[in-house]
Nanobody, 119 residues
Framework: QVQLVESGGGLVHAGGSLRLSCTAS????????AGWYRQTPGNQREMVAS???????DYVDSAKGRFTISIGDAKTTVYLQMNNLKPEDTAVYYC?????????????WGQGTQVTVSS
């Protein structure tokens, strides 16, 4: 049973910082793609940041230069450091793990953590 558990969300003023964490059990982020997505009411979930092959990072344009995704040394935790937060970053943030195994592709989601940025 694979579980992803996020933490680190909360309320912050514009210009502030938060660091989200996502800890995996049942699988690791090694040899998989780890991602952070966000969703606001009435909108589709969008990819915010992803990291694959350990070091290939990708970011949505609005996050470039402000957010950084990284994986911990044990490969069981993925982080999203968010700096200079803006009110438009307010959303529920979800952790994602996906990869390909002997039985085919797999993908898992965390339960989400709320990030609220006040102006």
């Amino acid at each position: 049973q694979v579980q992803l558990v996020e933490s680190g969300g909360g309320l912050v003023h514009a210009g502030g910082s938060l660091r989200l964490s996502c800890t995996a059990s049942g699988r690791t982020f090694s040899d998989n793609t780890a991602g952070w997505y966000r969703q606001t009411p009435g909108n589709q979930r969008e990819m915010v940041a992803s990291i694959s092959d350990g070091d290939k990072e990708d970011y949505v344009d609005s996050a470039k230069g402000r957010f950084t995704i990284s994986i911990g040394d044990a490969k069981t935790t993925v982080y999203l450091q968010m700096n200079n937060l803006k009110p438009e970053d307010t959303a529920v943030y979800y952790c994602n793990l996906k990869g390909y195994g002997w039985s085919g592709p797999y993908e898992y989601w965390g339960q989400g953590t709320q990030v609220t940025v006040s102006s």
